[in-house]
C-alpha cells in the first residue's frame, strides 16, 4: 500500500503542469494530509522530489510552497553502442538531459568485450560529470543494434558482428557501473521512446533509424509494439528487390543494402525510393499514421523526403484516405541514448518504493538530506 | 456494482473446466450465497446460464447441480460478404456454431444495396434456424473484405468495387434483421479471431486470409492488432516485385497480383514465393511466431507450403533463432463468419446486465423461462 501510495504521489507531481502543494496532493489523492506529507518527506529524502520556494507573487492569495520531481536527485544513464559510434547520456529525474558524450569510431574490428570495456569508459566518464552535479544513478540502460532476449543477452547485431554476448556481465565488469542495474533494449526501440518523450505529438508512428543497419520501433498509442520475443521492426531486411544485392543476413534485396548508410551516400535517389518502399509494406501492415525518419536520415531528410512521398503515395493502399505524415527525428542521433536513459527514469517513478530501498545510504550531495 | 457483478459470475462460469455450483462460485468471488444466487437466477431467465442436473456419479460425495453458459438461449449471428460468396453463422453463448449457410455467387456486378439484400435473405434464414432452436440472437456481424471506419461505413472494398457504403443500415432495412444491433469489420480481422478461439494454440499470429483480395490479422498475445484506424494487416497491398504488375490500388507488384485466387491457379509455385516473400516482410516487422493461412489458402496449403517455407528460411532475420510455424486455418473458409459470430457472443458475456436490459420480452423457447 505504501508503495503504490509513493508511486501515485510520485506520478501526480510529474503529471502536474504546475507545482502542486501539500494540501493539493491530499485533495486530489482523498489521502489525508498527514499521510500525503509523510510520503512526501520520503520522496524528497530519497532524491525523487524537491520543495520549491514559491514563486514571485503575481496575484493575490499567499502561495504555497510546491513540489516538483528533484533536479538534483535520481538520474538515469542511457549507453549505445553502434556500429561507428558510442554514447553516453545523463538524463534527470524530470527528464531533462543533462551530459551527453559521443565518441565516433569503427567498433566492426573489436571484440564485444573491447567495445564494451571502451564504452565502459565513456560510461565513467558520464557517471563522475553525474556525481559533479549531485545526482544519483538509479541504473543503466544500454542500447544495441541488434536483436536482444529479455535477459540482456545479444543474440545477434548482425553490423557489429556480434552472436551470443552478454552485455549485461560485460558492462558490471566496468568498476564505475559495478553497483548499477544494468538492462539492454534495440537500438530503435529505445531511440522511438526517446522520441516518443521527446516530442509529444502523435502517440502511434513508426521510428526509423538509418546507421550502417537499418531499425525501427513501432509505437501505438503511446506504447512500444514488441513482437513474440522483443524483436519487432527488423524493417533493414524487409526485402525490397527480391533478386537484387545480397545482404549480410543471408538473404537478397534487403532494404539495408539500398539504404543503409553506405549505400545512401552512393546513391541517395534510390535510398529513398527504397526506403519508400519498405516503408509502404510496413504502413499497410502496421496502420500507423507517422513516420519518423532518425539516426542519419534525420540530416539528410531534405533529399530523402520528395522520393518515399512518391512510393507512400504510390504503394499505401489508404493513402487517399488518412495521409502518413513523414518527418525528421527531433533528437537525431542522440536519439536511443535519451530512449535508454528515459527508461531507468521511468522505471523509478513507476517504482519509488523500489528505489528508495536501494539507493545508496549516503547520497553524495547534501542537498537529498534536507 | 450489480452489472459488474453479473459479469463477473458468467466469466466464471465461461472459464471454468468443470460445471460450477452456486456454493462454488460464492466461494471463488467472495460474494454471499445470496448474492451469488440471485445473480444466478438473473442470468438464467436472461437465458445466459443453464442449471444442469448432476453427471452419473463417479466417486464418493453427493454432487450438486452444476452452471454452465446456456446452449439454448443467446447466440450471436456472423455474416460475410466476399467477392464470390455469401455466407451466415450461427453461434450459441457456449462457442458452438449452430447454423452454416453459404452461397457462392459472384458479387461484383451487384449494387452495394442488392448484394446485401440477397445477404439479407441469408441471414433471415439462419435466424429462422436459429430460432427454431430456441435461440434469441443477441446482434449480428459483418465481414467486409475492405478498410471499415468505427462507425461501420465500409470505406473502401476493392474487390468488391465498393465506396463509402453504409452497410448496417442497409442491413437494417431487411426486416429479419432491423431489431438487431448491427456491427462490422474487415474479414481478415473477424477470421483471425475466429481461428483464435478455435484453435487454443498459440496466443500470437498472422492471420492471411486468401480469397480474390488478400488480406491479414494480426494477434498478438490472443488481441487482435488493429493500428491506428482499424486498417491494419493490408498484406494483399505490400509490394513484392515493386516494377511489377498493375494493382487495381495504383500501386505495381502488389501481393494479390501474385496471390490472388486467380494468380495462385494460374501459377501456384509463383504464388507460394510471392508469398513467402511478404509474409517475411510481415514477420520482420510483427515478430509474431506463427502464420495461420486461411480461406483458399487453406485447402492449397499442401502445394504452398514448401515454396513459403525457403523465402521465409532465406528472408527472415530470426529464422534461425526462432522459426516460424506456418500452418493451415482450422476453420478454412468458415473463419470470419464464426469470427464474426463469436464477436457478437462475446460482447454479451462482457457484458450481461446490457444484454438483459434489451433482450426481447418473450423469449421464444420455454426452457429460458424455468
Redesign the interface.
Known sequence: MRAHNLALVLQMVANSPDRPSRAALAAATGLTRATVSALVDDLIAGGLLAELDPPPRTRAGRPAAGLALAPDGAAGLGLEINVDYLAACVVDLAGTPRHQLTTHADQRPLPPATALAQLGRLASAARAAAEADGLTLAGAALAVPG?VAPDGLV??A?NLGWQDVDAPALLSAVPALADLPITVDNEANLAALGELRADGGSP?FLYVSGEIGIG?G?V?DGEL???????????G??????DGRPCR????G?LEQYAGQEAMAADPAGAA?ALG??L???I??????AVVLGGRYAAAFGWLREGIEAELK?????AD??PVTLRAATLGEDAATRGAADAVIRAVRDDPAGWLARRPDEPPHPAAEK
Open positions: 536483436l543474440r545477434v548482425p502511434s525501427a513501432v501505438l509494439y514488441r513482437g513474440v520475443h522483443g524483436w519487432s521492426g527488423e524493417i531486411h524487409v526485402t525490397v528487390y527480391p543476413c543471408g538473404g537478397n534487403c525510393t518502399i519498405a509502404s509494406a510496413a499497410n501492415l502496421l496502420d500507423v499514421d504510390r504503394r499505401v493502399l489508404t484516405l488518412a
